[in-house]
């Protein structure tokens, strides 16, 4: 609490000598109060953007690689999850994507980390929960690095969050849906302004859901309840405040793995692992919050404080598999299809999060070259605190998922205490001569990190600064627009506290990672990108004694991507090719260039739909994903083969009554095919997961 309140005493000096610098004339003429822009509500369009740190800056300008999922294209798509965004973006893959859990995404093969790559209308949030889409405006994925955007993560790039806000005019949104098995979900979405208070806005959403999955023993249920506000104070000041409370029940997917040596044909995707009569749900709670204030001070120039707040709450339960020790093997399940299978609870695991930001955004020009400023400090603590767990052997299972073991509930297991405190500084300066825009942004990160065991044992504590720049370079014509750029990010690793490592309790200097990236993209409104980049990453070697920095990952790739209307035929998709290799290792040289665990060597997806001439109102649709092979051990002796998936669908608008409403049918993985989807490496471990079985759902929105 003692950062926070120092930073809301340095946010505070910030706003107040930012207002007194740039109220008076920044260009040598005086501003009267009919040039200070109105703070209003607007329609947000769907190439707004903040998560590029950059100030009034379309998607299409930046020289970055940044996809925006509206809430329309999450809707058409059937994105319920923030997994299933990779039904839609090639870039993005599954990185242990269970069923019941939290969700885990890779970016361009870097897995990332739900602590700190996720952010929320670009505020720090901790993903390791579900997050409800039905009061979410859209998702932002900025892929590759992101050091300068949100400080110290993982490589891949980060996610953002935009909550839905008021709406400008009246919004009474229904939605229902059913699925082949009986789930259905209800959503309600009603928006607009006071009657009599034009001044004050309103959005609520609910949802409330019965989750019926083709997948066996994973029923459960959640729930959504949300509320965003606004008060135009003034001509040009806006106060913003929202809440949002989400539950989640439902038992979690046990994996499948290697049967010794040999990779398994593909299961029923049906089948769940986690059956046993004392399998419990995972549930997921949380409580998420935030307040704004934003003013317009001068011609161009505005500031804002952000406060939000994160308390979530989780049981943590599973039937866990884990190794083969008859066979002296720990990374996968036994030659005859037996596994050591482990009781696992975690019950009441607390994390919570709370984050200040100021920023100052505005216009200015120095000579022929016009700028866009935008700089701010943010601070953000997060605190975990897991209890004592169950991890107990409890006996000998299988893949037919036929054995019933007895339970046991003791908890014999250590939980793990850790706070973290971030503060940041950053500046970003899109300056402007004519065609061309040069791009430069800056963060100074320094967190505190503390770690300790609930028995007291394994204390960590340390602290590190990082500077990470952002630098582009862009010329754009008419038709298109090409970019070059190179960013630096940063990781921040501690050796274990354990007497059997060297040094340990220490934290690994430079973890840094580097990004090169050059694209091509076209502005008409049939838009199309080509972008190639190369990120470097040092690699963590974790083995007794040595908890060390031992070779890197290069991730070379190729990405391209399109949306073409012609006539009554929408096409629109992407693709990414990426070569990830292994390299420049000492200790573990044999792995060198060889292919990351679970990353795919390319990834398609595409989507094709014709508007019927014929019947006014109806679209058919057909999805394809694709996959290339992943590695699935290290020394890619084996590895997934490639598979196809394809759906279909149907959406017919229709207005009756008065009421517009809006019908889609969607099949997806309509043949049925049986295929390994992902092969993620967790806690030592190799895991195969099955893609989903194929599943029917039927969806209708109504505007009322």
């Not at 329309?72 to 859990?101: H, W």
């Amino acid at each position: 609490m003692k950062n926070i309140r120092m930073l809301a005493f340095v946010s505070f000096l910030t706003l107040t000598f930012s207002t007194k610098l740039f109220a008076e004339d920044l260009t040598s003429s005086t501003v009267s109060e009919s040039d200070i822009p109105a703070v209003k509500v607007v329609e947000i369009a769907e190439t707004d953007s903040d998560v590029s740190g950059f100030f009034d800056v379309s998607t299409k300008e930046l020289p970055a690689s940044l996809r925006v999922l509206s809430a329309k294209t999450m809707t058409e798509s059937n994105i319920q999850k923030l997994s299933d965004v990779t039904q839609v973006e090639a870039a993005v893959s599954n990185s242990y994507n269970a069923a019941g859990y939290w969700d885990a995404l890779s970016i361009r093969g870097f897995v990332l980390d739900n602590r700190t790559s996720y952010l929320r209308d670009t505020l720090p949030i901790n993903a390791e929960t579900f997050i409800a889409l039905e009061n979410k405006e859209q998702i932002d994925i900025l892929k590759g690095l992101s050091g300068a955007q949100v400080g110290v993560a993982s490589p891949g790039g980060v996610i953002n969050y935009k909550v839905k806000r008021p709406t400008t005019q009246d919004l009474r949104d229904v939605r229902m849906e059913v699925k082949e098995r009986g789930g259905f979900l209800t959503a309600v979405d009603v928006g607009g302004r006071w009657y009599g208070a034009e001044d004050f806005g309103y959005r609520l959403n609910l949802a409330q859901e019965s989750l019926r999955p083709e997948l066996k023993n994973a029923d459960g249920s959640r729930s959504l309840a949300a509320f965003a506000g606004d008060w135009n104070l003034s001509a040009n000041s806006l106060f913003q405040a929202e809440i949002e409370w989400s539950r989640r029940s439902q038992p979690s997917q046990a994996a499948f793995s290697l049967l010794g040596t040999k990779l398994p044909e593909p299961v029923d995707p049906r089948l769940n692992l986690n059956n046993q009569l004392w399998s419990q749900p995972v549930v997921f709670e949380g409580l998420t919050g935030s307040l704004g204030f934003k003013y317009s001070f001068a011609a161009n120039w505005s500031a804002s404080i952000t406060t939000a707040f994160q308390d979530l709450t989780t049981d943590d339960r599973l039937a866990y598999p884990y190794g083969c020790s008859s066979e002296n093997n720990y990374d996968r399940y036994c030659s005859d299809g037996t596994f050591d299978l482990y009781d696992f609870r975690s019950d009441g695991e607390k994390r919570r999060t709370s984050s200040l930001k100021s920023t100052v955004d505005g216009l200015l020009h120095t000579g022929v070259i016009k700028h866009k400023l935008s700089f701010g400090v943010l601070t953000s603590q997060q605190k975990t605190r897991v209890q004592k767990q169950a991890y107990n052997y409890v006996g000998v299972g299988n893949v037919d998922g036929t054995a019933q073991l007895p339970a046991d509930p003791a908890l014999t297991d250590e939980g793990t205490h850790r706070d973290s405190v971030t503060t940041d500084f950053f500046v970003f300066d899109n300056l402007t001569y004519e065609k061309w825009n040069l791009w430069v942004g800056i963060r100074y990160s320094h967190i505190q990190r503390d770690s300790i065991r609930t028995d007291g044992s394994r204390s960590v504590a340390h602290e590190q600064g990082f500077l990470l720049p952002w630098l582009g370079l862009s010329y754009e014509s008419e038709k298109f627009m090409t970019y070059v750029s190179a960013s630096q990010g940063a990781e921040s690793f501690v050796t274990p506290n354990k007497a059997d490592y060297v040094h340990a309790g220490e934290y690994l200097p430079d973890v840094t990672s580097h990004q090169y990236e050059i694209g091509l993209r076209g502005l008409e409104d049939n838009t199309w990108f080509v972008t190639a980049f190369q990120i470097d990453r040092p690699l963590i070697l974790d083995q007794k004694p040595l908890y060390q920095v031992d070779g890197r990952a290069e991730h070379q790739g190729l990405e391209i991507g399109g949306d073409v209307q012609w006539g009554h035929w929408h096409l629109e998709g992407s693709a990414m090719a990426l070569k990830a290799r292994r390299k420049d290792a000492r200790i573990a040289a044999t792995l060198n260039e060889k292919t990351p665990i679970n990353v795919p060597s390319h990834t398609l997806r595409g989507q094709v739909s014709y508007k019927v001439s014929e019947l006014k109102g109806l679209t058919l649709s057909s999805r394809a994903l694709h996959e290339g092979p992943r590695a699935v051990t290290a020394d890619n002796e084996v590895t997934l083969p490639a598979w196809t998936r394809w759906d279909v669908g149907a959406s017919y608008a229709v207005t009756f009554l008065q009421t517009k409403m809006q019908w889609h049918l969607s099949v997806q993985n309509i043949l049925d095919t049986r295929f390994w989807k992902e092969s993620p490496e967790q806690y030592g471990h190799l895991y195969l997961y099955p893609g989903e079985a194929r599943t029917l759902w039927l969806s209708v929105q109504a505007a009322l």
